[in-house]
């Protein structure tokens, strides 16, 4: 089975960081900081359409200056990574070694998640991945029908894994089941709105569910 997993929220426990570095890049482009929950919203999108969410009133160029503001303070905040959620790693190792295709769809730059892989030691498990300025942004369902298309899967074959609504969209457009975490960016109510085949509390909990679909 190809299991393709959304990064942020879903894999590492980067939300926080992600809320914190957004103020910051506003209060650097001197705009009004939006709250959390309206930033953790917009997770997982391109970062300029999350930053056009944010701020609609700002002109192309101005979006762009906010977004290159927002991208110096996330590259010193990382300096320090952020973690992995609990599980993560010795349940992609199970996946892998039980045969799955795992792979990476992603709101983050290829930059960015190139960065984030040269620091972990589970970036060898990914076969692929698709980054939002390579491809059309979340929830269009480009970056999912790519990766089927390069590993050789049909959607209805394949697994998105993700905590956003936008992660589940995106699968539900195409007919690829889905599977949700309630310990992400939105709200479990949002999740379902999708039909997943399940919201997990625990990324462990993916173990059982997928050995369920191989049977």
Known sequence: MLIIFD?????????????????AGAREFGVEERGA???RNIIGLELSIAIASLYPALS??????????YVRSFIQADRKPCQMFAG???????????????????GKSRRGLDRVFADLTISPLFSASR??????SKPDPLMLAELCAERGYAPDAALMVGDTEYDLEMASRIAMPSVGVSYGAHSVDRLKN???????????????LVASLDS
Do not use: N
């Open 131 to 136: 980054c939002a300025d390579e491809t059309a």
């Open 60 to 69: 192309a160029g101005e979006i762009e200056d906010l977004r290159a503001a």
């Open 7 to 23: 990064w942020d929220g879903t894999i590492l426990d980067s939300s926080d960081k992600i809320v914190a570095c957004m103020q």
């Open 194 to 208: 999708w039909q997943p085949l399940a919201v997990i509390d625990r990324f462990a909990e993916l173990l059982p």
């Open 37 to 39: 929950e309206d930033i």
């Open 88 to 106: 993560v790693e010795e349940s992609l190792l199970a996946l892998k070694a039980a045969g799955h295709d795992l792979c990476v769809a992603t």
